[in-house]
């Protein structure tokens, strides 16, 4: 039984972290991708510390890890529960202005300082399941953080519990921090040696009772055109516009398929997400999503097709093709685990949460982490309409994972 006494620190916590600005960058070769993820990172290992995990330490790559030392005689595995420091590339994570909307009776959510952002129910259902609860958005001009500084903040607030409640028996608990998830290589430079878990949990879902071991497969496609260029008084029958034939390339792909504007559910996509270019080079980047691995093949192939016959309308053109591997749908090794899942569900049923288990249009760091030999599903920590000024959380969510985190671990040590 969860101690109803207890003052939940997850939300200061979480309004200290949002004011950190830790977006990553998906266009730097660095590791991380930028160094003020670690301005947060350092914090959490100096939190964590303070909280009696005294071997608590960010390494040289920004990664934090700490161990909640077991007080129990049976052999438990030791488990891991991660989070990722870093926000999305895509919105300003800087001078962040956390607002909480208390006691919410319902409605589109107006943001203050900028009129056009509203957060409408017809597109955030989920606020239909949270009347009479506290709501945390940002002010309109920056994304909030939530994704996934909300896990973070209810990793460390149940190891507090944890650590304040020794009559809770529990196994040896592994806290893990990682930053550059947004950007797909959020486990490029982990010590699985280091974290020392068999199993592990990302906290980085997003509706209450959801639970994920299924995700994307995933690889990027670069695809240079390149051209000639010439002054432009005197170009006729010599320029050839790299820009002009990267924008050919883009009205040949389809209009009706296969893009994510116009796919949901199992269905995958094809999807440019940046596009820059001169008249001698023009550079078009891809990522390629579906839950069925070789059909990223299939999508690759049809880029590069697309691609080779446009060229080939512009005589003196010339294109470069690479793709990269990014990462693999998780459910192939946690098939192999089910336990790890069971556990989790064991501990959302205790605590009267109706699991939701469905497939991520995305991916974790848990999808590289199992193939890499750690198991690891995907809990939710109740963030919204990520990657946007239009982010949200309910801090009643947020205490709910505080409860299941410490649950899951009570699951562990009982089944041991």
Not at 300 to 319: F, I, S
Request: one cysteine or more.
């Amino acid at each position: 039984m969860f101690d109803d006494k207890y003052k939940f620190t997850v939300v200061d916590r979480f309004l200290k972290y949002v004011k950190i600005d830790t977006q990553s960058d998906e266009e730097s070769t660095s590791f991380p991708s930028t160094e003020k993820q670690k301005n947060l990172s350092k914090y959490l290992s100096e939190e964590l510390k303070s909280l009696g995990l005294k071997d608590a330490v960010m390494d040289e790559w920004g990664y934090v890890m700490a161990t909640v030392p077991g007080n129990t005689a049976k052999d438990v595995p030791t488990i891991a529960f991660i989070s990722h420091v870093d926000t999305s590339p895509a919105v300003t994570g800087a001078n962040v202005n956390p607002i909480i909307h208390k006691d919410y009776q319902g409605g589109d959510i107006k943001l203050p300082n900028d009129p056009n952002q509203v957060i409408k129910v017809s597109d955030n259902p989920e606020l239909l399941d949270m009347k009479g609860f506290d709501i945390i958005t940002t002010d309109g001009t920056t994304l909030l953080g939530a994704d996934n500084k909300s896990g973070v903040a209810e990793i460390v607030d149940a190891v507090n519990y944890l650590i304040t409640h020794p009559e809770i028996k529990h196994g040896t608990i592994k806290v893990c921090f990682t930053p550059d998830e947004e950007t797909g290589r959020g486990t490029e430079k982990i010590s699985l040696e280091k974290l020392n878990a068999k199993y592990a949990y990302t906290v980085d879902g997003s509706s209450r009772g959801e639970i994920e071991s299924e995700t994307f497969s995933a690889d990027a496609v670069v695809i240079k055109f390149h051209g000639k260029n010439i002054h432009p008084g005197y170009a006729k029958g010599k320029m050839v516009n790299s820009v002009r034939v990267a924008s050919a390339f883009m009205e040949s792909l389809p209009k009706d398929k296969l893009s994510p504007e116009t796919t949901d559910g199992r269905d995958g996509y094809v999807h440019c997400t940046n596009f820059n270019g001169t008249e001698e080079l023009t550079t078009v980047k891809f990522i390629i999503r579906d839950f069925d691995t070789p059909k990223l093949k299939e999508y690759e192939d049809l880029l590069k097709q697309l691609a080779e016959k446009t060229v080939q309308q512009y005589p003196g053109a010339r294109l470069e093709f690479e793709a990269i591997e990014q990462y693999r749908n998780m459910k192939e090794v946690l098939d192999n685990y089910p336990w790890v899942m069971d556990n989790a569900i064991e501990g959302m049923k205790r605590l009267n949460i109706k699991p939701i288990l469905s497939p991520i249009r995305g991916g974790t760091d848990g999808s590289r982490l199992s193939f890499m030999g750690l198991p690891t599903p995907n809990i939710f920590a109740g963030e919204h309409s990520f990657h946007s000024k239009l982010e949200w959380v309910a801090i009643q969510d947020m205490e709910l994972v505080v409860k299941l985190i410490v649950e899951i671990s009570k699951v562990w040590e009982e089944k041991a």
